[in-house]
């Protein structure tokens, strides 16, 4: 089974930036991508964006298109999230989870999930 932990989270005023990292470490091997969900206070987790191992795919919800980036780093088996402009809308806690495939809108075969961290935009 995977370990996913997250980092990089914190307080920050609306139109800044922040990155998240996400590292896996142990049985990784079977897992084929990625990916980043959020959970806003009252409200249920949604889909961030997610990453395949192999060409790099990615998709993105339509809420944060433009804003987000997501990269790998194969070698190091973690993905980051570079969020920019950000908005009090962004705030909630960021998951990261290991899949099995990507699909537009969601991380086929969820096979695990980090503890999460905190991202709070004030506005």
């Known amino acids: 089974q995977a370990q996913l932990v997250e980092s990089g989270g914190g307080l920050v005023q609306a139109g800044d930036s922040l990155r998240l990292s996400c590292a896996a470490s142990g049985r990784t091997i079977t897992y084929n991508a990625m990916g980043w969900y959020r959970q806003a206070p009252g409200k249920e987790r949604e889909f961030v964006g997610n990453?395949?191992?192999?060409?790099?795919?990615?998709y993105y919800a339509d809420s944060v298109k433009g804003r987000f980036t997501i990269s790998r780093d194969s070698a190091k088996s973690t993905i980051y999230l570079q969020m920019n402009n950000l908005k009090p809308e962004d705030t909630g806690v960021y998951y990261c989870?290991?899949?099995?495939?990507?699909?537009?809108?969601?991380?086929?075969?969820?096979?695990?999930w980090g503890q999460g961290t905190q991202v709070t935009v004030s506005s």
């Open positions: 989870a290991v899949g099995i495939a990507v699909l537009p809108g969601s991380l086929s075969g969820i096979l695990g």
């Open positions: 990453v395949a191992w192999t060409g790099a795919t990615t």
